[in-house]
């Protein structure tokens, strides 16, 4: 199984919810963690750094919202797999409002049922529900389509990217990467 569990399917939301705990991160990271080869591994299983070299982040900090600008999804995409990164990508341009961005970011990003579909919860699960699930390797994430509509305007945008500088700022205490792409629709 690969990191793209985070892709548009909700079969596999569905799937991943219905066995076991119904804690989808710590099975991912189960699942990541025996997946991975030996070598990529240091002392104890811990997540070697792999992000030296022709990285399409070499110019990124480790932890920032930004822009998408000249970057594309799919090259995003490859270097998060690339990097053994999760990958969270959230096609928000149909939505209307606050509750509907939150709704769209809440499934693609398989948050669990109880999310509360506000600002505090999306903080919460974006990092106290992602750590308690374990080590992490790091995170690309892409908001593509942010609406400009009049129940999501300026301030409520502006507000969604601050929760995401906030869990950016949370990450980078920990040390780990935890990039953010967003575009408006």
Known sequence: MSDNIYAHDPRVASDLFASGDGNLFQRVMQMKHNEQPETARGEGGAQLSNEGGMSLFSTVPPNIV?????????????????????????????????????ETISTSFLFPKHFGKNYDGLYDCLTDLVQKAGEQPGFVVVLDGLPIAQKFDKDGRETL??????????????????RVFYSFA
Do not use: G, M, N
């Open 66 to 102: 930004q822009s998408i600008r000249a970057f594309r999804v799919q090259d995003l995409h490859d270097e998060a797999q690339r990097l053994q990164q999760h990958f969270l990508y959230a096609y928000c341009a149909t939505a209307q409002s606050k509750q509907e961005v939150l």
């Open 161 to 178: 990217l601050d929760v995401f500088r906030e869990a950016s700022e949370y990450w980078a205490e920990r040390k780990v990467p935890f």
